[in-house]
């Protein structure tokens, strides 16, 4: 079945480094693939999305771009805040049928000052 | 404001007490899902339904039960039959009955089994 593989956490940073968190997947078909951020103590929100190879998408300084020629989504951001420490999580959705959303088991970003 | 909203945000459950975890939304959207969130495994699909009176099994939904009465309302039962239910539960919907991947969060429940 599909899935979503992330680099394991937890990354801790600089204020001002660049982030870069990678992602990988196995699917069938054409998926859509989504990045959501998780705040301590809350529910995720969708952070970007993209729809086809090649697309980026980018929200608040972050950036990730659908490479499926290496079925990856890294996210990357130039300079990170210690505002952005959170859980990332990669996801997909499939193709075709009813269309789930699967997640990655997600990456957790520490910012230090 | 629109959003989803979950209650209770924390729960403590004696071992074989079935509890309801609430979840209502205002955002008029038709798809609502249920998912478990454990340490280092992701989030888990357990119910969702994409339409009034009806819903599907997710991937782990062995242990519960959910109602779709109200299009704003899918409240998530964990029965006693549920073997591992310590963790954190989020609530989520979608516009569209077809899922665009779009999902709409709450801020979730933690249910503690003493």
């Known amino acids: 079945g599909d899935s979503v593989t992330q680099m394991e956490g937890p990354v801790t940073l600089s204020e001002e480094a660049f982030l870069t968190i990678n992602c990988t997947y196995t699917a069938t078909g054409y998926p859509s693939l989504f990045w959501y951020v998780q705040y301590p103590g809350e529910g995720l929100q969708l952070l970007l999305k993209?729809?086809?190879?090649?697309d980026k998408g980018s929200n608040k300084g972050f950036e990730a771009t659908y490479r499926k020629e290496t079925t990856s989504f890294h996210l990357e951001k130039g300079s990170v805040q210690v505002s952005d420490s959170a859980v990332y999580f990669c996801a997909l959705l499939q193709s075709g049928g009813y269309q789930k959303v699967t997640f990655g088991t997600g990456t957790k970003l520490q910012v230090i000052p | 404001d629109g959003g989803i909203t979950q209650s209770p945000k924390y729960l403590f459950r004696k071992e074989g007490q079935n509890v309801t975890l609430s979840c209502e939304q205002n955002l008029n959207h038709d798809a609502m899902y249920w998912y478990r969130q454990d340490p280092g495994q992701g989030l888990r699909l357990i119910y969702y339904?994409?339409?009034?009176?009806?819903?599907q099994k997710g991937d782990i939904a062995e242990g519960y039960s959910v109602s779709r009465e109200k299009k704003e309302s899918f409240p998530l039962t964990v029965t006693s039959a549920q073997k591992n239910p310590t963790a954190f539960y989020l609530c989520a919907s979608n516009e569209d009955r077809a899922n665009t991947g779009e999902l709409f969060f709450g801020e979730g429940s933690r249910l503690t089994v003493l």
């Open positions: 993209a729809t086809k190879a090649d």
């Open positions: 339904s994409q339409i009034v009176n009806d819903f």
